[in-house]
């Protein structure tokens, strides 16, 4: 396969069109198109990620598999959803830790879309047991979290940590605690955006292995709390 030189027009061209027309009959219509001009870039661009991301931290796998690897699948869950489009308007990949299975989990993510492109670092709506230790870890660790906060890379690529929280500290917090506010998190993000046209250059892969580096300060606290390597 050829090496990657950059996502192209053609790509996005075939998001901007499924917006249009999200139904199965126009999908199948243009599945050769899918092929060819979504799976093959983005598996390309997983293939030139891993080198980078090795760089970045051994403990992270780009696996360019199109079922099971890094690169999420287009097809929704519309189960619980009012929104019965069955697909996906966007591409996307994650690049987890070697010792996960799903995408709740510390990683690195890209999301490509016609109108945003963004991708960094953190941890998506943990389950409880993992979010309680990366809470925990906020409070009987503030010096390694205000470590992460203060990283002048992570402030300067990414803007800092954010995240959805709940309105009231979680059960067994203060509400005066120190960090109360990231304690209250469900989410922790460290993530930039660029413009659509950034992903169509040939060096792409590289912009966002540097961005996963700016972030990487935020994941290896995460990877601290749930006790794996970074």
């Not at 901007?16 to 243009?30: G, M, R």
């Not at 890379?153 to 203060?174: A, E, I, S, Y």
């Not at 993530?191 to 700016?214: L, S």
Request: proline share 6%.
């Amino acid at each position: 396969m050829a090496e990657f030189s950059g996502f192209s027009p053609d790509f996005f061209e075939f998001f901007q069109q499924l917006q249009a027309n999200n139904n199965k009959e126009w999908f199948e219509e243009n599945k050769a198109r899918f092929k060819q001009d979504v799976q093959q870039p983005l598996v390309r661009f997983i293939e030139a990620m891993a080198p980078e991301l090795m760089k970045v931290s051994p403990y992270f796998v780009a696996d360019p598999r199109l079922n099971g690897g890094s690169i999420f699948r287009i097809y929704r869950d519309t189960r619980f959803s009012k929104d019965k489009t069955p697909y996906k308007t966007h591409a996307a990949a994650q690049f987890r830790h070697q010792q996960y299975k799903n995408v709740h989990t510390p990683g690195f993510y890209v999301h490509l879309a016609t109108d945003e492109i963004f991708f960094g670092g953190g941890i998506w709506m943990p389950e409880s047991q993992e979010l309680l230790k990366i809470r925990e870890r906020i409070r009987d660790k503030p010096s390694a979290w205000e470590k992460v906060l203060a990283d002048k890379k992570l402030k300067k690529v990414h803007g800092g940590v954010t995240g959805d929280g709940l309105t009231r500290p979680p059960k067994g917090f203060d509400a005066d605690a120190p960090h109360i506010e990231d304690i209250k998190r469900k989410s922790f993000f460290a993530m930039t955006q660029c413009p659509v046209d950034a992903a169509m250059e040939k060096d792409f892969h590289k912009q966002v292995a540097a961005g996963f580096a700016a972030a990487g300060p935020l994941v290896e606290f995460l990877c601290g709390a749930m006790n794996v390597q970074y």
